[in-house]
């Protein structure tokens, strides 16, 4: 029994350990590139109170759409009053962008206008006041941004706060909002909560959930089976049957959606227009899109070049459709081969990994229309598949050919969107620990077959950026490529990197919340609703379902963090080593999620879908976290129907019903 103590204790120990180390190395990596964007970098807005003083803003309600290049003046006021005359005064400023400092009327300093001097605070001394009211006005303009303020004065006892006053050529003099103050869009206020919303649907969720519970203990008392599903459920019948209900809900949808939906959907657009007009690739001075990795609009050209000699241009287009949707069906098979994987001999839990992976709401929504990033995510989440097939069986990447097929499919990845970068250094942790046993020239040998591969694919494209741009990596809000916005909020916060919870109750547009509210609700949910800015553009989604999705989302959300952590302690090697490898890869995705928003301060940037290749590791992470219930029948097939049901409540939330724009 002393022997087990230990060995338990050591286990523990070791997990405690793992679980720091990683921890610490990615907040850690993270943090020291926040405080070096935040102070630093001046493309970076990090709004940081300091000295008791909040930053300012204009009060006004968020907007949905993009601005270009529009100045914002805001006149931003304080009336104070002295006890005596004379006096030294000396008020610290920080403007986002420039200002123009005013006593009493009278103008006493004006910053630099260059963008690249905002963050430096400017101490401005006060001109000799008499005994008396006064007021400071501080004007501060900017161009690619809302205008904010933060300034202070101990001797005065002034700080920018909500006691402040503004002023806009729109509204007249107005309180302040501060910057963590949120305002959402009409159009987002205008639905109802997740809580009655859920409750609206108990009157068929309720008895389905009783039905399956009921049916799925009967069905393990017969068998003496405490897995909580039945047996004729095995998960290649699981899978046929997702994939089935997958295309019924595509072809039934299909001629039913507005063919204006979509994340950016003319941009995507224009890009294949561009590739079947002129026979070659544009670059990112070409349209809001044409900086894009350019595999998906390639096929897509193709396939519109034989589908315009059938029905004419506007179908055609209609038809690239279809490319997306066999996208997110190949994200089922994918979520079976890796359940198989993971969990050899647990026709339970691979099941279970088909219905939560094949029917994760951002897999589902993103691949009704048109754009790269289901095909980015499903090549994504295949080299994601190698990976936990590396974990079982690490003699997989010691083959020549294996490695071969790893370069060709991160290749392809990186052809498919940019964001594949990622998985460089994925593919080379499993290569060098999958090999590091067997000699140095062989791990050199596996690396260089896996990587020169994939640089003969996509190589040549960033190398195109680094020659016509400097860099090899251009995003659409990057400078280079001449085509200039901004989108609220315009700016981060130190509440906007570390808070969540207001998606529970109002996930509509979540991402104006904080970055982690973003991402929930376009995780569960279509909370941006597929970007469409208007209430009559919306997307014709079952309203009443779609908002009912937060809090059962909840529960799966906290399994997948139990996974994670199981990974950490799992006594079953290659089980941990597949959980590690999950659990790494979500960090690494979250890490590089958050430095995006820091680096782009738009809620569209907010969203879950950048990390859509993880399909099979969210997947993986909620199953493995379910599979820590106790092993009672009635536990088991309680979660099993909760898994089915959640899965009815997604499925019925995107199969549209009537016309266009079908919410009820």
């Known amino acids: 029994m002393s022997n087990l103590t230990v060995s338990t204790a050591e286990v523990a120990l070791s997990a405690v350990r793992r679980l720091l180390l990683m921890c610490g190395i990615v907040i850690g990596c993270v943090a020291a590139v926040l405080y070096a964007e935040a102070r630093i970098a001046p493309k970076v807005t990090l709004l940081v109170s300091e000295h008791g003083a909040s930053w300012i803003r204009r009060q006004r309600p968020f907007n949905l759409g993009g601005w270009g ?33 005013l006593l009493d009327d009278r103008p006493i300093f004006q910053s630099d206008p260059s963008r690249e001097s905002w963050k430096v605070p400017h101490d401005v001394e006060l001109p000799p006041m008499a005994r008396g009211d006064h007021s400071l006005v501080i004007m501060v303009e900017n161009l690619f941004g809302p205008s904010a303020l933060l300034a202070y004065c101990d001797t005065l006892n002034l700080r920018t706060n909500r006691d402040w006053e503004e002023w806009h050529e729109k509204d007249g003099w107005q309180r302040v909002a501060t910057v963590d103050d949120v305002q959402l869009p009409e159009f987002s206020d205008r639905f109802e909560s997740p809580a009655r919303a859920l409750a609206s649907t108990l009157w068929w969720l309720g008895p389905l959930y009783l039905a399956l519970c009921g049916g799925l203990i009967w069905s393990g008392k017969r068998r003496a089976d405490t897995s909580g599903l039945p047996a004729w459920l095995t998960a290649s019948r699981c899978r046929w049957i997702v994939l089935a209900a997958w295309l019924v809900l595509a072809a039934n949808n299909f001629t039913k959606l507005p063919a204006g939906l979509g994340y950016d959907l003319s941009g995507h657009l224009d890009y294949v227009r561009f590739v079947v007009d002129r026979g070659q690739l544009p670059d990112a001075r070409d349209g809001i899109e044409m900086f894009q990795a350019p595999l998906f609009y390639v096929v897509a050209a193709e396939i519109y070049r034989l589908l315009v000699r059938l029905v004419s241009g506007d179908t055609a287009l209609l038809w690239l459709r279809w490319l997306p949707l066999l996208c997110g069906m190949a994200q089922v098979e994918i979520c079976y081969r890796a359940g198989r994987s993971i969990f050899p001999g647990r026709e339970d839990l691979q099941a279970l990994m088909v219905v939560l992976g094949g029917l994760l709401p951002m897999n589902v929504y993103m691949s009704q ?69 067997i000699g140095w020239k062989k791990l050199l040998a596996a690396v260089t077959r896996c990587f020169a591969t994939a640089a003969l694919i996509s190589g040549w494209f960033y190398v195109r950026n680094w020659l016509r741009f400097g860099q090899p990596l251009v995003g659409g809000w990057d400078p280079v490529s001449g085509i200039f916005w901004w989108q609220d909020p315009g700016y981060r916060t130190p509440w906007q990197l570390a808070s969540f919870g207001r998606s529970l109750w109002h996930p509509i547009h979540a991402a104006f919340y904080s970055i982690w509210d973003g991402f929930y609700s376009t995780l569960w949910l279509d909370g941006n609703l597929s970007s469409m800015g208007t209430w009559e553009s919306r997307p014709p989604w079952h309203q009443t379902l779609l908002l009912a999705a937060p809090w059962p989302a909840l529960l799966l959300t906290a399994a997948m963090a139990i996974g994670w952590l199981r990974g950490l302690r799992s006594r079953d090697a290659e089980l941990r080593r597949s959980l590690e490898f999950a659990g790494a890869c979500l960090l690494l995705y979250l890490a590089a999620f958050t430095l995006l928003c820091l680096e782009v301060p738009v809620y569209s940037a907010e969203k879950a879908s950048y990390t859509l290749g993880l399909t099979p590791v969210f997947a993986a992470l909620c199953v493995s976290g379910l599979d820590l219930l106790p092993r009672q029948r009635v536990i088991r097939s309680a979660a099993g129907a909760f898994v089915f049901c959640w899965a009815a409540l997604v499925y019925g939330t995107y199969f549209v019903t009537g016309g266009s724009f079908g919410f009820k």
């Open 369 to 437: 229309f048109v754009s790269n990033e289901p095909l980015s995510g499903v090549l994504t989440a295949a080299v994601l598949l190698w990976g936990f097939q590396v974990c079982r069986e690490p003699a997989i990447a010691q083959r020549p050919r294996s490695q071969w097929w790893a370069g060709v499919i991160l290749g392809l990845a990186l052809m498919a969107k940019m964001s594949a970068m990622l998985l460089v250094p994925i593919v080379a942790a499993v290569l060098v620990a999958s090999n590091r046993q």
């Open 69 to 101: 290049p529009t100045k914002e003046q805001v006149l931003f006021r304080k009336q104070f009053t002295t006890e005596r005359s004379g006096g030294r005064h000396v008020v610290t400023v920080r403007a986002w962008w420039s200002f123009k400092m």
